[in-house]
């Protein structure tokens, strides 16, 4: 039997709508969620996932404000940028799209992000607040997880849990998150030794190593809930972690695309607000 794909797109869409209204009263009491990016370069990727972004505020009713800088600005330039965000009142959210060029001192420049404003949640105060089980805003992608598997009643207490990658901005929170939920959870990475077998213990796959198909059907149990968070463009088209065939042997699988990446944007929106609300709203 064919696995249950995930729509995340449905999924998103309707968090799109309820956000969209929430701004609208948010609006009517004075104040318009204010989503502030930092694009350094050109990077064309980055370009792209900018103005999905843009469009995505423009169309809940928020503000946006994209500043551009060029690719070989300076560090002081690029933190001058982020401090006078940090001192606007207007703007409630910011972003600094990834990667900078390699000349820029990535981590320093997201610590300087004002930890309250910081709605892509990579400052590690909200890293340590997620580590503890406390408030604070978590990054858009493990949490948009989170919302699919919340949308399709998907039992996470008591699983096993196998994350696939160990990034700060996929794997490590997505760990968190599930700890959180009761899942049991293993993290697994390129070191990881028996890979497939510990894999065929999941009742939960995450997949985020970004590496095009390295998930195949082999790898699955029967009836598993593999969630594809991988962006890979392979010959012009865009394509995930997972191996299409798993969807012959898994219970729930997210597309790609149209699966996990229409939630990020979503999240983003929704930690927008949520920063609105930090700041007294």
């Not at 999905?52 to 809940?60: D, F, M, S, T, V």
């Not at 981590?107 to 949640?121: E, M, N, S, T, Y």
Request: a negative charge; proline letters at 5%; aromatic letters at 2%.
């Amino acid at each position: 039997m064919a696995a249950v794909m995930i729509d995340g797109r449905a999924v998103a869409a309707k968090w799109k709508e309820e956000i969209a209204g929430q701004t609208r009263e948010m609006i009517e009491r004075g104040v318009t969620p204010h989503l502030a990016v930092v694009l350094v370069g050109e990077n064309a990727a980055s370009q792209v996932y900018v103005r999905n972004k843009e469009n995505a505020c423009r169309k809940a009713g928020m503000g946006s404000t994209v500043i551009r800088l060029e690719e070989d600005c300076s560090q002081q330039a690029l933190e001058e940028v982020v401090k006078g965000l940090n001192q606007d009142p207007a703007v409630h959210g910011i972003l600094v799209q990834l990667p900078l060029p390699a000349h820029l001192d990535e981590a320093a420049v997201l610590r300087l992000i004002d930890p309250d404003k910081d709605v892509d949640g990579f400052h590690a105060m909200n890293s340590g607040r997620l580590m503890n089980g406390q408030k604070g805003f978590v990054p858009c992608t493990p949490l948009g997880v989170m919302k699919l598997l919340e949308a399709y009643d998907i039992p996470v207490r008591g699983k096993h849990a196998v994350v696939i990658g160990r990034s700060n901005i996929v794997g490590k929170p997505m760990a968190m998150l599930l700890l959180a939920a009761d899942a049991t959870v293993t993290v697994c990475h390129s070191r990881t030794q028996n890979l497939s077998e510990i894999v065929r213990q999941a009742d939960i796959v995450v997949a985020a190593v970004g590496r095009a198909g390295f998930v195949t059907k082999d790898m699955i149990k029967p009836g598993a809930v593999v969630i594809d968070v991988g962006i890979n463009r392979v010959d012009g088209a865009i394509v995930g972690d997972v191996d299409p065939e798993v969807a012959q042997k898994a219970g729930y699988l997210t597309p790609v695309p149209g699966g996990v990446g229409q939630m990020t944007i979503a999240m983003l929106l929704h930690n927008t607000l949520e920063a609105v609300r930090l700041h007294g709203w």
